[in-house]
C-alpha cells in the first residue's frame, strides 16, 4: 500500500502537464505539436488554394457586412426600439453570422473574416506573413463592397441619415473607454478562437464533440452586448473600415484608429495569454 501511495505521489510531478478528470489519456502517439508556419513561404503563391482561401474570406467578409449593416440599420430607423430587434438582435446577427460563415469557411481559409484574428494567429506562427496580408487585404475589400451594397440599397439620403453603422465612440465616453472596450473584446474573441481550435485539445478530449464555429460566434455575441452602447462593437477592423469609407464622415473617421489600434492589441495580447501562459509553448520548444 506505501509503495502504491508513493507512486501516487510522484506521478503528481512525473509528467509536465496532467490530463483533467474524464479527459482521454494524452500520448505522444496521439498529438504532436505541429511546427510553427514559415514567415515566407514562396511556394503557396503558386498554389490556386492560396487564391481560393482569399476570395473565401472576401465572400465571407462581404456577406458579413451585408446581413449586419442592414440589422444595424433596421435597428436605427425605427422610432420605437419596441418594434425593432434592439440591441439584442443586432448582437445575435454579428454573433450568427460569424457562426455560419466560420462554419462555411473554415476548411478553405480557417474562417478568420477578421483582420484582429488573421494578426492574432500570425504572431502564433499559424500562418505566414504573405498569407496573413493577403487575407487582411481581401477581408478589407470584402467589407468595402458589403456596407457599398447596403448603401446601394437603402439609398444615399437614408444611408446617410442612419449613420451608415459606423464604429464611433458613443457620447459620453472617451476615448480611452472606447480603446478599452475594444482591447478587451477582441481579447475574449480571440483567446476563444485559439481555444476552439486547438489541436492538442481536440486530440486530448476528442470524445467531446466541439463544433469551433459555436463558441467563436457566441464569444462575439457576447462582445456585441456588452460593448454595442460604448463604440457599436467593432472588433473587427474590416468591418469598421468598410462602414466608415462608405459612410464617410469626419466624425466616423475621427475615432477610427480606435477600432485597428485596439483589436491589434487585444489579438496580440491574447496570442501571447494562448501560446506563452496557458500552452507554454516556448518553454516546451527549449525542452
Known amino acids: 500500500m506505501e509503495g502504491k501511495e508513493e507512486d501516487v505521489k510522484l506521478g503528481a510531478n512525473k509528467f509536465s502537464e496532467r490530463q483533467p478528470i474524464g479527459t482521454s489519456a494524452q500520448t505522444d502517439k496521439d498529438y504532436k505539436e505541429p511546427p510553427p508556419a514559415s514567415l515566407f513561404e514562396p511556394g503557396e503563391l503558386k498554389s490556386w488554394s492560396f487564391y481560393r ?8 467578409t462581404f456577406l458579413f457586412l451585408y446581413i449586419t449593416i442592414l440589422t ?20 445575435w446577427a454579428f454573433g450568427g453570422m ?31 506573413l504573405a498569407r496573413a496580408v493577403f487575407y487582411i487585404v481581401m477581408q478589407c475589400l470584402g467589407a468595402i463592397c458589403g456596407a457599398g451594397v447596403v ?15 459606423a464604429n464611433v465612440v458613443a457620447h459620453g465616453y472617451t476615448k480611452g473607454s472606447g480603446l478599452g472596450a475594444e482591447i478587451i473584446g477582441t481579447f475574449v474573441l480571440v483567446y476563444t478562437v485559439f481555444s476552439a481550435t486547438d489541436a492538442k485539445r481536440n486530440a486530448r478530449d476528442s470524445h467531446v464533440p ?14 456585441h452586448l456588452a460593448t454595442i452602447p460604448i463604440t457599436g462593437t467593432g472588433i473587427n477592423p474590416a468591418r469598421s473600415l468598410g462602414a466608415a469609407i462608405i459612410y464617410n464622415k469626419d466624425h466616423a473617421w475621427d475615432d477610427h484608429w480606435i477600432f485597428w489600434v485596439g483589436p491589434f492589441i487585444g ?3 491574447a496570442a501571447i495569454y494562448h501560446q506563452i501562459i496557458i500552452r507554454a509553448i516556448p518553454f516546451k520548444t527549449r525542452a
Open 98 to 128: 460569424i457562426f455560419a460563415l466560420v462554419y462555411c469557411t473554415a476548411g478553405i481559409s480557417g474562417g478568420h473574416i477578421n483582420p484582429a484574428v488573421t494578426f492574432g494567429l500570425l504572431l502564433a506562427r499559424k500562418l505566414s
Open 210 to 223: 466541439i463544433l469551433a464555429p459555436l463558441p467563436i460566434g457566441f464569444a462575439v455575441f457576447l462582445v
Open 53 to 60: 482561401a482569399g476570395i473565401a474570406e472576401f465572400m465571407a
Open 267 to 269: 489579438a496580440a495580447l
Open 72 to 91: 444595424v440599420m433596421g435597428v436605427s430607423q425605427s422610432k420605437t426600439k419596441c418594434t425593432t430587434v434592439g440591441i439584442q438582435g443586432i448582437a
Open 151 to 165: 448603401k446601394g440599397f437603402q439609398g444615399d439620403g437614408r444611408y446617410q441619415m442612419l449613420g451608415g453603422g
